[in-house]
């Protein structure tokens, strides 16, 4: 059972990890065809200098740190909101709430330009310019980033002792001071998680952002999808294997903290069972 | 402090941003160019019903194969130490780190007539293989790119189900595949509902692994509702209909698994 464990994790990652490793080993191509020819790392100094990646990846990381800024804002907001409330309208809140998550993404996507068409014709009809771009794409952003941030949120306020608040607020705090002096800290967690998550689908994103895109600005994967209709420049590898270098780095120290946090406690236990032994 | 006016800014942009443009999606679908109320636009998506079934095919084949895969490698997963545990989950999630467009470009490279691994079969004087542009790279598409969906929910019911329910089950004499079929599968019945649906729904919308993986001649939902929106046959109009067939077909599947009426719907999607 061992060994079948083993060999199934093995070639299970080595399935998982082919395509990446692929990309990683062809960033140092020194040709731009799809067969290796040499090593070099040109394509990692010229990725700097080429203006459509860099403005790709301007535009992505602008996108998704507004729109998740303010989908955090909202979304908490909503959730304090929405946990006071009952019934019907609870519910059908919750329901608005889902269905982005659970709408498949072409017809978010869709729905949106439809949604953008139509203003456009509405107000070109009055007179004021409206065109596809920073706006439409951080909208869009906005909209399918809240529910992550609501739903990380919720859980947390529910968690919560609801008479912390009216300690607060016996004690003098207004409806704002018992947020930004009590409620915040007790939810903290649930904001973070709710930020990361919305950050990272957002700079994921590819469906969405293909359809509310405008001619001037992409993201870096709109750029990489005109891109494989062509051929891949290997500064998109570059890239890529940089991000997930970082993306890596990260993830382990976070891992070895954890690690050592957890075996930090498992070795106090064993203390103390030891103390509550010698009692006995 | 019972404050409800602080959705009240998230209500408003929700019904402006996830309602209208859905109400859009339903209008657009019954009227023509002009504006005026037609049926033509549903009729003339009944003629793409042969991609419509072949999208559905292709992403329950994609779904089985993704949930045959993840299944043991959940349950490995929960009968390993957390450390293990944790480790494996986070090499499962790091792919997707990657951007994925990036990741099935890579799999272009591995299946080309003259990519990696026709290459590495001529070197036993066999092939080249003919694996791109098929319906199978297709397949392979949707699950290499989908499988952490079905690992996810299915890794958070499994380690909850406790060692010594298994053992009880082997005390009391239960065959190592009775225990599977009797308790195991049973009590992980709620992360396999939520994988199908986490896998099914992005597989049989998907446009790009089709385009990428699948050549001209695999054409499924989502490039046809494509085509009409971003492609040279702009019509709105049709690719609303077709879009609001696609949005009928995946509540349809959800409501059958029981999937929208789930408790803990919440605990599910994230």
């Known amino acids: 059972m061992r060994a079948f464990a083993r060999t199934y994790l093995g070639v299970f990652m080595a399935f998982l990890y082919a395509p990446i490793i692929v990309l990683i080993v062809f960033s140092f191509n020194e040709s731009k065809g799809r067969t290796f020819t040499g090593f070099t790392g040109k394509w990692y100094v010229q990725l700097f200098s080429d203006a459509a990646v860099m403005d790709a990846l301007f535009t992505t990381l602008v996108v998704a740190f507004v729109s998740s800024i303010v989908a955090t804002i909202m979304g908490t907001a909503a959730a304090i909101g929405l946990n006071n409330m009952e019934g019907k309208l609870k519910s059908g809140i919750m329901g608005m709430t889902y269905l982005p998550i659970i709408n498949p993404e072409i017809i978010t996507g869709v729905s949106f330009m439809l949604l953008f068409v139509v203003a456009k014709d509405f107000l070109g009809g009055l007179g004021v310019p409206f065109q596809f771009g920073w706006a439409t794409l951080i909208i869009a952003h906005i909209t399918f980033n809240v529910p992550y941030v609501i739903l990380n949120v919720l859980p947390k306020l529910r968690q919560m002792d609801g008479s912390l608040v009216d300690a607060a607020m016996d004690l003098g705090c207004n409806h704002w001071q018992a947020f930004t002096k009590v409620v915040i800290h007790e939810i903290k967690p649930g904001i973070i998680a709710g930020f990361i998550m919305a950050l990272t689908f957002s700079m994921d994103d590819f469906v969405v952002s293909y359809f509310t895109t405008g001619a001037k600005h992409q993201t870096l994967s709109v750029l990489i999808y005109s891109m494989t209709k062509k051929r891949v420049s290997p500064e998109i590898n570059a890239l890529s294997t940089i991000i997930f270098v970082v993306v890596l780095l990260i993830l382990i120290t976070v891992n070895l903290v954890e690690r050592r946090n957890i075996n930090k406690a498992r070795k106090a236990q064993l203390e103390r069972k030891r103390e509550g032994g010698s009692f006995g | ?270």
């Open chain 2, 1 to 270: 402090m019972r404050v409800k006016a602080s959705s009240y800014p998230y209500v408003a942009w929700a019904l402006l941003f996830v309602a209208i443009p859905l109400g859009l999606i339903v209008y657009f679908s019954f009227t023509d160019a002009a504006g005026s109320f037609t049926l033509d636009n549903i009729i003339q998506a009944g003629i793409y019903s042969n991609v419509i079934i072949k999208s559905v095919w292709l992403s329950v084949i994609s779904t089985v194969i993704c949930l045959l895969l993840g299944y043991p490698l959940a349950y490995i997963m929960s009968r390993s130490n957390p450390i293990t545990a944790r480790t494996i989950l986070l090499l499962v999630m790091l792919p997707m780190w990657m951007n994925f467009l990036l990741r099935t470009y890579g799999w272009m490279t591995i299946l080309e007539n003259n990519g990696i691994l026709n290459q590495f079969f001529g070197l036993f004087g066999l092939g080249p293989f003919e694996m791109i542009n098929t319906q199978g790279a297709v397949v392979l598409g949707m699950v290499y790119n989908y499988i952490p969906f079905m690992i996810l929910p299915l890794h958070s019911v499994m380690s909850k189900i406790g060692n010594d329910v298994i053992e009880a089950a082997q005390d009391l004499g239960a065959s190592p595949i009775s225990v599977l079929s009797e308790v195991v599968v049973p009590l992980s019945m709620p992360g396999i509902k939520t994988g199908i649906i986490m896998v099914f729904v992005p597989a049989v919308s998907t446009f790009i692994i089709s385009q990428m993986l699948g050549g001209g001649g695999n054409q499924l939902i989502g490039d046809i509702i494509e085509l009409q929106f971003l492609g040279n046959a702009y019509n709105p109009n049709l690719g609303s209909a077709i879009s609001l067939v696609l949005m009928v077909l995946v509540l349809m599947v959800m409501s059958v698994s029981g999937f929208l009426s789930d408790d803990n719907l919440e605990e599910r999607v994230l």
